[in-house]
């Protein structure tokens, strides 16, 4: 009798069910994919701005103010001479960073809470009044009023927009445990006398987790809106740093004649926070089974 190769004997490994309605979710939605692709070519300039750029983006050249685009200066100048191609790629390191960053901090603050939140009774009514009394106020304004007590810097732009979006999470952190600490499997655990960490840790967070990543991805857009307004009204990002907010603020008195000072900083913006959004589509399809389900 032959011998079977062990390669032969062993099973076939099977793929999860998650990376497999990742899988279809994409194939069944190519916006998705495009915004995928198009959110990863702008990580890709983010980090290669240094190497994309044509020249220095704070160089000022009075004597080629307000050059229209053309080869030597891709996207033109603005009113100091300064290349606005390369203030745009450095632009996207910006947004991209306060983007990112506020997503994971507002993810983690929101999620901290909300797991204790729902979980403990005499917390819920504490805390969500005081979520209910910051949720009450336009992100937007919150932000400008945090803001105004700070000095504009990069961090205290995060630490805004984290901030006025965190009680967002908190809130859906809370109705997503409201419902699990019901379940079976959390009364036994609970009965079986499983300490609250490793409750909260075990069986609460895994099941947070999907809808929290879909929330990040329009955290993320909402942060990098909100950044180039407080820049546009000028109570985000000081001037010396470039940003697509601040850009289109110190055009905005030319937008009549060079248009195109707005026009590139504003196609940027627009179809980064596009790809985010569709980006956080695909997975809401992938990792929702209702969804899944009905597709």
Known sequence: MAAVPAEAAL??????????????AFRRHPTAIFGAVVLVLMVLVALAAPYLHTV???????????????AEYWFGTDMLGRDVYSRVLYGTRVSLTIGIAVALLATAVGLAIGLVT?????????????MDGLMSIPAVLLAI?????????????????????????????????LGLREQPFVEAATAAGTSLARTLVRHILPNTLAPLL????????????????????????????PSWGNIMAEARSLFQIAGYLILFPGAFLSLTVLAVNLLGDGMRDALDPRLARRM
Request: with cysteine; proline share 9%; hydrophobic share 50%.
């Open 118 to 130: 729902g979980f403990v009774r005499w917390a819920d009514a504490i805390v969500m009044r005081v």
């Open 56 to 70: 220095d983006p704070q160089a000022l050249s009075p004597i080629r103010r307000l050059r229209p685009p053309s």
């Open 214 to 241: 879909v929330q990040a991805t329009y955290i993320c857009a909402s942060a990098m809106i909100t950044e180039a307004i407080l820049s546009f009204i000028g109570a985000g990002t000081p001037p010396n740093i």
């Open 145 to 177: 009023a945090l803001m105004a007590l700070t000095h504009a810097s990069l961090g205290n732009v995060i630490f805004a927009i984290t901030v006025s979006e965190f009680p967002r999470v908190v809130r859906l952190v809370r109705s997503l445990v």
């Open 11 to 24: 099973p076939a490994r099977s793929e999860s069910p998650t990376w497999r309605r990742f899988k279809d």
